[in-house]
């Protein structure tokens, strides 16, 4: 079994065993538990669920669009048959003042990288996505809104924070796709994948998933050992990365498991 299958089935058995129920924004009411977390080492394992299928190149050209191109166009998602923001476009075809808009902004990713190669001891390199003077003209307050980083003996760190989050769809897209992510920067900066540590304030489980959820979970005893990452090696600079750089080796994984997203 992978250390992710094992992690977050636990958290997600935890929920459905002793969450607190009660209603949210969405209208549909949801099991929860406060301050879960998950931490992996990197250099070892790569984290993604094998108890079913992850639309691993989907989560890839997520991250990509929002930290590389530093978009908030959904037009261009959808241009790569990714449609995970369409529920949240507005009339202009973007999102707004969010994620991609806010990283291109403030200059995050360029400031991180700088910082990376350069000053590496740094304590304040971060990318905040949670910048109040633009949280009410974004489509979407981001759920995933804080990776903070940190270099100890020549590996990358990385810790990533989620106020939010829906173990159902959105938390393994989210683990998954912010370890390519620091397996990128650390590819690009001269250092070694070291641990992540991803923080959910909120993880919560859909009523409408319940049943999807214990399916999954019915899976465990038949996991599969985690699949190797691929980076292309000759890809020195972050905003030359592309999805088609991007593999997995040896993912086998269950079937997937269809959910309906809360907007």
């Not at 636990?10 to 209208?27: A, C, P």
């Not at 070892?44 to 669009?65: D, N, R, Y």
């Not at 759920?143 to 990385?158: A, I, K, P, Q, R």
């Amino acid at each position: 079994m992978s250390l992710y299958d094992e992690q977050y089935l636990k958290i997600v058995s935890d929920i459905l065993d002793h969450g607190y129920f009660d209603n949210n924004r969405t209208g549909i009411p949801t099991y929860k538990l406060p301050h879960q977390i998950m931490q992996f080492d990197l250099e070892k394992e790569f984290p993604i669920l094998t108890t079913k299928k992850v639309a691993f190149k989907t989560a890839v050209k997520e991250i990509l669009w929002i930290m590389k191109d530093q978009s908030n166009d959904v037009r261009k998602l959808q241009e790569q048959n990714c449609h995970v923001w369409d529920e949240w476009m507005m009339e202009d075809g973007t999102i707004g003042t969010a994620y991609g808009w806010v990283v291109k902004e403030y200059h995050q990713m360029d400031d991180l990288i700088h910082s990376l190669k350069t000053n590496p001891q740094d304590r304040r390199m971060m990318i905040n996505l949670w910048q109040i003077p633009h949280l009410k003209t974004g489509a979407l307050a981001p759920c995933v809104f804080l990776s903070m980083w940190d270099v100890t003996d020549g590996h990358l760190n990385l810790m990533l924070v989620q106020r939010s989050g829906d173990m159902g769809l959105g938390v393994p897209f989210n683990t998954t796709q912010y370890a390519v992510l620091a397996r990128m920067l650390a590819q690009v900066t001269g250092l070694k994948p070291g641990l992540m540590t991803h923080v959910i304030n909120n993880a919560h489980i859909y009523e409408n998933h319940v049943e999807a959820m214990k399916e999954q979970l019915a899976r465990k005893d038949e996991a599969y050992p985690a699949p190797e990452l691929w980076l292309n090696p000759d890809i020195k600079d972050f905003y030359d990365f592309t999805a088609k750089d991007v593999k997995l080796i040896g993912y086998k994984h269950h079937d997937k498991i269809s959910m309906e997203v809360a907007v």
